[in-house]
């Protein structure tokens, strides 16, 4: 590795290596017949998502045997919380779209260090898109520095579920709904390139859903926020975040964090009893 290149490339290079061969594996059970099962709190999960994730588990580890791991499909080793860097794996984020043939969805992977996201990577396979980015390293897609492709003179594009579209809406926000992709990871990149201009996340989402994006949303100098706490930290004992918004326009920020607090606040809330946290 030449010595000027950035602290994080050799370990952005595990993972851009890595994704591309944990899509080719589950591009192997995409519309195909697939065995799935509901998990404990009703999420979907399939035989791909388990072959994903123990071919990422045994390739990464391989290579980084020093790094933790935390992953959607293995049970958590607290051991984690002692490491300095530690891989996050979603193998398949947006297991639903998966098994409804739906072409959005993504292997999402990042490495943590000290509780931040610096390297990432956010796979599209069957729609040929490959987002990535490290600490200080910028973004790319497809492999050519990421540049945001406004829509000229259109309102902004925003995706959110119902409830919170009915707060936007209250407040008078001029805007139109985007599309609601089914990988969390995948809708939140979409603000990096221009496609949305905002992306929002029920409170809930889990580290394995977001570190991937949040590199690349941060070195495209997009505000990522959980609205309760700032800048999501990661690695920590919980994964659990609360309500997220990914935002283009600055001037959207207000209203957006507004809607997302008034539907779902913030854990120890005196009202959080009464609210969904879907």
Same mark, same amino acid.
Request: with cysteine; proline share 6%.
């Given at each position: ?141 497809? @492999? ?6 406004? *829509?000229? =003179? !259109?309102?902004?594009?925003?995706? %959110?579920?119902? +409830? $919170? ?28 390139? @221009? ?6 996340? *029920?409170? =809930? !989402?889990?580290?394995?859903?977001? %570190?991937?994006? +949040? $590199? ?63």
């Amino acid at each position: 590795m030449p010595a000027f290149a950035p602290p994080y490339a050799e370990d952005l290079e595990l993972l851009r290596s890595s994704a591309v061969a944990a899509g080719i594996i589950a591009s192997g059970f995409f519309r195909q017949p697939v065995k799935s099962w509901s998990k404990e709190n009703d999420s979907p999960v399939s035989e791909a998502d388990i072959l994903v994730d123990r071919f990422l588990a045994a390739n990464l580890l391989k290579a980084r045997p020093h790094y933790g791991w935390l992953s959607e499909e293995t049970a958590d080793n607290p051991s984690r919380l002692d490491c300095e860097r530690v891989f996050v794996v979603d193998p398949i984020d947006g297991t639903r779209a998966f098994l409804r043939g739906e072409d959005y969805w993504t292997v999402s992977l990042a490495v943590v260090e000290n509780g931040v996201a610096v390297a990432g990577v956010v796979y599209a396979p069957a729609r040929n898109e490959f987002y990535e980015a490290s600490k200080g390293g910028g973004a790319k897609y497809n @492999g050519e520095p990421m540049v945001r492709s406004r *829509r000229a =003179g !259109a309102s902004p594009l925003i995706p %959110a579920p119902g +409830a $919170v579209h009915q707060e936007m809406q209250a407040a008078g926000l001029d805007y139109e709904r985007g599309p609601a992709y089914g990988s969390l990871a995948y809708r939140m990149v979409q603000v990096a390139t @221009g496609r949305l201009d905002a992306a929002v996340a *029920r409170r =809930g !989402a889990q580290d394995w859903d977001i %570190a991937g994006a +949040a $590199v690349i949303l941060s070195e495209c100098g997009l505000d990522f926020a959980d609205v309760c706490v700032g800048f999501p930290q990661f690695n920590k004992r919980d994964v659990r975040h609360g309500a997220l918004a990914a935002i283009s326009d600055m001037s959207l920020k207000p209203t957006v964090h507004a809607a997302l607090l008034k539907v779902y606040g913030c854990p120890g809330d005196v009202s959080d009893q009464s609210r969904s946290n879907g």
